[in-house]
């Protein structure tokens, strides 16, 4: 029984992580019907800038190893990728929607940057690479060049997988491919609650993950951005002729999914300290798994489905067999697809022809 | 009995009737109108008759055969054909292409023939590919048999789902508001088209149309529907001057 | 008879250059060729599900790591056994029977898994099939992976030599992938694909049985899938789970994209130049992944068609009911 309500809690806790990581994916496929396969690695570039913040010598004199310091880390580090995030939106997914500037000079810079650096190692040789890419971008743009107006969303999933594979090898470029240890920014002690043994880290892990959400539901519950954000999830359209901007609501989209996944990152690095720059392909996954559990585009969905696969996975591995442990959400997602697409939360759509 | 009946047939979506308690019946051979303002439940009923939906009441039937649990597709080998409101043609296929394709029913090649380019093979698509283009001849499109099905005109797409649907060799050839978007002088041209398509291949055609001329034009009996139930029934002279159907279009006082 | 004389040409062809080409160009570039076969055999057949009949397949990798898997494990347990059988014909004969046998054994594998994975799965519409597929093909993965018979997570290191004719074989699959999968586009069967691409609903309503031709697609599509794992396996003469892993997928998407959806002959270029690139800059290795998906990021941007696609990119239903049109 014990045993029961020590792998209950671990369970939870390994849910509310991907409860976070799964928000993201509900809410960019509520206002855009895209599976952003990019998020998982904003998930990874939280980590690595709560990483690389929190060993940051400023910070450390100044903060010392407060809680204040670690608030501090999950905020920056949450600020940091819900601009990637916004960059990620309008540079990948907007181009196919609406017109937008200087979309090519952007992946050119950073194109260029990437040579410059494989001709040059240096700074020098990145700086002159991404002015010449901008510059090109630049000129192909005035000559008359601009993408594609995007119909299908096939077509959409497959920019996903191409900024998904471009952040995880930038991830190995940047950052190096060996694994980093996060440091452990709130102390790890032992609390026994009769005859419970319970480790600090993952109650305050589950009491964050569990504010963020509150916050979330008050967001989109009870603010005017909030009600755009779902207006334009049930028809953007219908949304845009209302006055919403949908763009920018789109970008605070991705802003807050992004913010909250770093916030998961975080989370999930203070339990597991390894991190390498492919750390969010398969938390990624199962938190997707975990949003179509829920129905995919329903937030309360999400943090039910993460929940209940957090829980699934440790129960799974700890009666069960830990070599499957991976292959529990791919199980639960084939499962949920072919009997309810829709997902627990989710109401079945009737066409019409 | 005609050879498509409907018996009864109810259709709910969730709270809303979409469909009650219809029953129509057509006589072989005939040019049946089905006519009701915006929203009385015309596609629907096609889309019932088709096997898009299923009825939640009532029954179809097809030259006999019971349809109303049956998919389009095998409905549609039964020998029933339609066009849609909003023109559905293959857009990556040429005209050609588009009427091949619906021969696909009754193509007797299996796909070692087509893998191996058997005899039977090579004589069944000399056989598809005369078929298809006298069929384009009758609708005077054989001229543009290899353009993208796409880049013809307006007018020309509709003949073109009309002779791809006619490939099939249906016994019902179901038309979607086919009069859609024409000026008159088109209309008047598909009303000729229409009738001699009926007689040259001994087809039932069923109508749904909103524009009125058509269908008084050619229709030889019309059933008027409105939030799902008949109306009226008849020829289109007492359809015309029957005091219910103006009432429904024109609204009650 | 013209196709008997291809046929015959073709072969000739093929041993002499088997013969020669290692000599012209050596062995890195060798292998580079024969990598290129097989990623033609499976991109080609990839097409088939995904560009011609429009059903967004991502977990191919599956198909190819259940054939090249199926294949090794007769090979390797099956081989005196099949000597045995045949000991009358050369060595040459011999490797050729058991190379024969463990291609059909891959199809048939791979085709029955496709059948598995297709029968429930395509039913899903776009991002959701798309989605399923991606599971399939894990679920794959990590079965073998936990098969301590075929080697598990150390790999499958045991499989014998089989021939030095790879060249050969591996070109003479693709001749007949794409022989085969070009005649079937260009036959009925081909018409009701791309109609079901098209247009679902107009499909079923000209009597096309959507459901049954989607499986039939996914299933032949498998089965090369299945023939490519098997030439895999026995030239590399090793198999590891990791070389099946969605990202292999990936980049098979991007070999049919940049060649363009829907075109085998884009699919073929797509292939080409895909592998070369991958391979001339592995020694690169981040830069030319780095380089590689911003380059995938602008095709699909500015020239979605790809090489070869003459069309537009197939277009799924908008999630806000766009079905009426």
């Given at each position: 029984m014990i045993t029961f309500l020590q792998q209950l809690i671990n369970g939870i806790s390994q849910g509310s992580a991907y409860a976070l990581i799964a928000l993201g994916y509900t809410m960019v496929y509520g206002v855009?019907?895209?599976?952003?396969?990019?998020h998982s690695d904003v998930y990874m570039f939280g980590a690595f800038m709560g990483y690389y913040i929190a060993n940051n010598r400023v910070v450390q004199a100044r903060l010392g190893g407060s809680v204040f310091a670690a608030v501090i880390v999950m905020l920056a580090a949450m600020a940091l990728s819900a601009g990637l995030g916004m960059l990620i939106e309008r540079f990948a997914y907007r181009p196919g929607r609406t017109r937008t500037r200087f979309t090519l000079a952007f992946w050119l810079g950073i194109l260029g940057a990437v040579f410059g650096d494989l001709l040059k190692h240096s700074a020098v040789g990145m700086l002159a690479g991404a002015v010449i890419g901008i510059a090109v971008g630049v000129l192909v743009e005035l000559a008359g060049i601009h993408p594609v107006h995007q119909d299908s969303r096939l077509g959409l999933l497959i920019i996903a997988i191409g900024v998904s594979l471009f952040l995880e090898n930038g991830g190995q470029l940047v950052f190096g491919a060996d694994p980093k240890f996060f440091p452990e920014i709130i102390p790890s002690r032992s609390l026994n609650v009769g005859e419970l043994n319970l480790d600090t880290q993952k109650l305050i892990v589950l009491l964050v993950a569990v504010i963020l959400m509150v916050l979330l539901n008050l967001l989109v519950h009870y603010t005017k951005t909030g009600k755009a954000m779902r207006a334009v999830s049930y028809n953007l359209d219908a949304a845009k002729l209302m006055g919403i901007n949908t763009d920018r609501i789109i970008a605070v989209t991705f802003a807050v999914g992004s913010a909250l996944a770093a916030a998961g990152g975080i989370l999930v690095s203070l339990l597991y300290p390894k991190i390498d720059p492919l750390m969010g392909v398969m938390p990624g996954l199962k938190a997707f798994v975990a949003a179509v559990l829920g129905g995919i585009g329903n937030i309360t969905g999400a943090m039910v489905g993460g929940l209940i696969l957090g829980f699934a996975e440790v129960m799974a591995v700890g009666?069960?067999?830990?070599?499957?442990r991976d292959a529990i959400a791919f199980i639960v997602l084939v499962l949920i697809l072919l009997f309810?697409?829709?997902?627990?939360m989710g109401k079945g759509a009737v066409e019409k022809v | 009995m005609g050879i498509l009946d409907i018996k009864n047939c109810t259709k709910r979506f969730g709270g809303l009737v979409?469909?009650?308690d219809l029953n129509m019946s057509l006589a072989q051979g005939s040019l049946y109108g089905l006519i009701g303002p915006n929203g009385a439940g015309k596609t629907t009923v096609f889309n019932l008759i088709t096997g898009v939906y299923t009825p939640d009441e009532g029954s179809i039937e097809l030259d006999g055969k019971n349809?109303?649990?049956?998919?389009p597709n095998s409905i549609a080998t039964l020998g029933m054909s339609r066009t849609f409101q909003n023109i559905r043609l293959?857009?990556?296929?040429t005209v050609l292409q588009n009427v091949k394709l619906a021969r696909h029913t009754r193509r007797k090649q299996g796909l070692f023939d087509a893998i191996l380019r058997t005899h039977a093979w090579n004589q069944e698509e000399r056989e598809i590919e005369h078929d298809a283009m006298s069929l384009l001849k009758i609708f005077n499109l054989s001229g543009r048999?290899?353009?993208?099905?796409?880049?013809?005109p307006y007018g020309a797409q509709r003949r073109l789902e009309i002779a791809r649907a006619l490939a099939t060799h249906p016994k019902v050839l179901l038309l979607d508001e086919?009069?859609?978007?024409?000026n008159p002088q088109e209309s008047v041209e598909l009303m000729h088209l229409i009738r001699s398509v009926r007689d040259r291949f001994g087809l039932t055609v069923l109508l749904v149309e909103h524009n009125m001329r058509v269908v008084m034009g050619i229709c030889e009996k019309i059933q008027v529907i409105d939030y799902g139930e008949t109306i009226a029934i008849g020829t289109p002279r007492q359809i015309q001057d029957d005091p219910k159907v103006i009432e429904a279009y024109l609204g009650g006082a | 008879m013209k196709r008997a004389i291809f046929w015959m040409v073709a072969i000739l062809a093929l041993v002499g250059l088997q013969m020669q080409l290692g000599n012209w160009i050596g062995p890195y570039y060798y292998k580079i060729v024969i990598l290129t076969g097989i990623n033609i055999i499976l991109a080609v057949s990839l097409n088939l599900i995904?560009?011609?009949?429009g059903q967004f397949s991502i977990g191919h990798a599956g198909f190819y790591a259940v054939g090249a898997y199926t294949s090794a494990s007769l090979v390797t347990y099956g081989e005196s056994t099949i000597r045995g059988m045949v000991e009358f014909l050369p060595r040459l004969g011999q490797d050729a029977v058991l190379l024969l046998l463990g291609i059909l054994a891959a199809a048939i594998a791979a085709g029955i898994a496709g059948l598995a994975v297709g029968i429930p799965s395509l039913r899903l519409r776009g991002d959701y099939l798309a989605i399923v597929t991606l599971g399939f093909g894990e679920i794959i993965r990590v079965v073998i992976l936990n098969?301590?018979?075929?080697?598990?997570?150390?790999?499958?290191?045991?499989?014998p030599p089989m021939s030095d004719f790879f060249l050969f074989w591996v070109f003479l699959f693709v001749l007949i992938t794409v022989s085969v999968i070009r005649n079937v586009v260009n036959s009925s069967y081909g018409r009701a694909f791309i109609s079901i691409r098209d247009d679902e609903i107009a499909a079923e309503a000209m009597g096309v049985d959507t459901t049954r031709f989607k499986v039939l697609s996914f299933v032949i599509s498998s089965m090369f899938a299945g023939i490519g794992g098997s030439l895999f396996g026995h030239y590399t003469a090793y198999l590891n789970?990791?070389?099946?892993?969605f990202i292999t997928s990936f980049y098979l998407i991007i070999m049919i994209v940049v060649g363009g959806l829907g075109s085998i002959e884009g699919s073929i270029l797509g292939a080409i130049l895909i592998t070369v690139v991958l391979e001339l800059f592995r020694s690169l290795s981040e830069f030319r992944l780095v380089g590689f998906s911003i380059l995938l990021v602008l095709v699909m941007l500015?020239?979605?068609?790809?090489?070869?696609?003459?069309?537009?990119l197939l277009r799924l239903k908008r999630r806000t009911a766009d079905a009426k049109s």
């Amino acid at each position: 029984m014990i045993t029961f309500l020590q792998q209950l809690i671990n369970g939870i806790s390994q849910g509310s992580a991907y409860a976070l990581i799964a928000l993201g994916y509900t809410m960019v496929y509520g206002v855009l019907g895209l599976i952003n396969f990019a998020h998982s690695d904003v998930y990874m570039f939280g980590a690595f800038m709560g990483y690389y913040i929190a060993n940051n010598r400023v910070v450390q004199a100044r903060l010392g190893g407060s809680v204040f310091a670690a608030v501090i880390v999950m905020l920056a580090a949450m600020a940091l990728s819900a601009g990637l995030g916004m960059l990620i939106e309008r540079f990948a997914y907007r181009p196919g929607r609406t017109r937008t500037r200087f979309t090519l000079a952007f992946w050119l810079g950073i194109l260029g940057a990437v040579f410059g650096d494989l001709l040059k190692h240096s700074a020098v040789g990145m700086l002159a690479g991404a002015v010449i890419g901008i510059a090109v971008g630049v000129l192909v743009e005035l000559a008359g060049i601009h993408p594609v107006h995007q119909d299908s969303r096939l077509g959409l999933l497959i920019i996903a997988i191409g900024v998904s594979l471009f952040l995880e090898n930038g991830g190995q470029l940047v950052f190096g491919a060996d694994p980093k240890f996060f440091p452990e920014i709130i102390p790890s002690r032992s609390l026994n609650v009769g005859e419970l043994n319970l480790d600090t880290q993952k109650l305050i892990v589950l009491l964050v993950a569990v504010i963020l959400m509150v916050l979330l539901n008050l967001l989109v519950h009870y603010t005017k951005t909030g009600k755009a954000m779902r207006a334009v999830s049930y028809n953007l359209d219908a949304a845009k002729l209302m006055g919403i901007n949908t763009d920018r609501i789109i970008a605070v989209t991705f802003a807050v999914g992004s913010a909250l996944a770093a916030a998961g990152g975080i989370l999930v690095s203070l339990l597991y300290p390894k991190i390498d720059p492919l750390m969010g392909v398969m938390p990624g996954l199962k938190a997707f798994v975990a949003a179509v559990l829920g129905g995919i585009g329903n937030i309360t969905g999400a943090m039910v489905g993460g929940l209940i696969l957090g829980f699934a996975e440790v129960m799974a591995v700890g009666y069960g067999s830990s070599t499957y442990r991976d292959a529990i959400a791919f199980i639960v997602l084939v499962l949920i697809l072919l009997f309810k697409p829709s997902g627990i939360m989710g109401k079945g759509a009737v066409e019409k022809v | 009995m005609g050879i498509l009946d409907i018996k009864n047939c109810t259709k709910r979506f969730g709270g809303l009737v979409a469909v009650r308690d219809l029953n129509m019946s057509l006589a072989q051979g005939s040019l049946y109108g089905l006519i009701g303002p915006n929203g009385a439940g015309k596609t629907t009923v096609f889309n019932l008759i088709t096997g898009v939906y299923t009825p939640d009441e009532g029954s179809i039937e097809l030259d006999g055969k019971n349809i109303h649990k049956k998919k389009p597709n095998s409905i549609a080998t039964l020998g029933m054909s339609r066009t849609f409101q909003n023109i559905r043609l293959f857009k990556s296929m040429t005209v050609l292409q588009n009427v091949k394709l619906a021969r696909h029913t009754r193509r007797k090649q299996g796909l070692f023939d087509a893998i191996l380019r058997t005899h039977a093979w090579n004589q069944e698509e000399r056989e598809i590919e005369h078929d298809a283009m006298s069929l384009l001849k009758i609708f005077n499109l054989s001229g543009r048999a290899d353009e993208l099905a796409s880049n013809l005109p307006y007018g020309a797409q509709r003949r073109l789902e009309i002779a791809r649907a006619l490939a099939t060799h249906p016994k019902v050839l179901l038309l979607d508001e086919p009069a859609a978007g024409m000026n008159p002088q088109e209309s008047v041209e598909l009303m000729h088209l229409i009738r001699s398509v009926r007689d040259r291949f001994g087809l039932t055609v069923l109508l749904v149309e909103h524009n009125m001329r058509v269908v008084m034009g050619i229709c030889e009996k019309i059933q008027v529907i409105d939030y799902g139930e008949t109306i009226a029934i008849g020829t289109p002279r007492q359809i015309q001057d029957d005091p219910k159907v103006i009432e429904a279009y024109l609204g009650g006082a | 008879m013209k196709r008997a004389i291809f046929w015959m040409v073709a072969i000739l062809a093929l041993v002499g250059l088997q013969m020669q080409l290692g000599n012209w160009i050596g062995p890195y570039y060798y292998k580079i060729v024969i990598l290129t076969g097989i990623n033609i055999i499976l991109a080609v057949s990839l097409n088939l599900i995904n560009g011609i009949t429009g059903q967004f397949s991502i977990g191919h990798a599956g198909f190819y790591a259940v054939g090249a898997y199926t294949s090794a494990s007769l090979v390797t347990y099956g081989e005196s056994t099949i000597r045995g059988m045949v000991e009358f014909l050369p060595r040459l004969g011999q490797d050729a029977v058991l190379l024969l046998l463990g291609i059909l054994a891959a199809a048939i594998a791979a085709g029955i898994a496709g059948l598995a994975v297709g029968i429930p799965s395509l039913r899903l519409r776009g991002d959701y099939l798309a989605i399923v597929t991606l599971g399939f093909g894990e679920i794959i993965r990590v079965v073998i992976l936990n098969v301590d018979a075929v080697g598990g997570a150390r790999g499958f290191s045991s499989i014998p030599p089989m021939s030095d004719f790879f060249l050969f074989w591996v070109f003479l699959f693709v001749l007949i992938t794409v022989s085969v999968i070009r005649n079937v586009v260009n036959s009925s069967y081909g018409r009701a694909f791309i109609s079901i691409r098209d247009d679902e609903i107009a499909a079923e309503a000209m009597g096309v049985d959507t459901t049954r031709f989607k499986v039939l697609s996914f299933v032949i599509s498998s089965m090369f899938a299945g023939i490519g794992g098997s030439l895999f396996g026995h030239y590399t003469a090793y198999l590891n789970p990791n070389s099946f892993t969605f990202i292999t997928s990936f980049y098979l998407i991007i070999m049919i994209v940049v060649g363009g959806l829907g075109s085998i002959e884009g699919s073929i270029l797509g292939a080409i130049l895909i592998t070369v690139v991958l391979e001339l800059f592995r020694s690169l290795s981040e830069f030319r992944l780095v380089g590689f998906s911003i380059l995938l990021v602008l095709v699909m941007l500015y020239r979605p068609q790809g090489l070869m696609g003459v069309w537009e990119l197939l277009r799924l239903k908008r999630r806000t009911a766009d079905a009426k049109s």
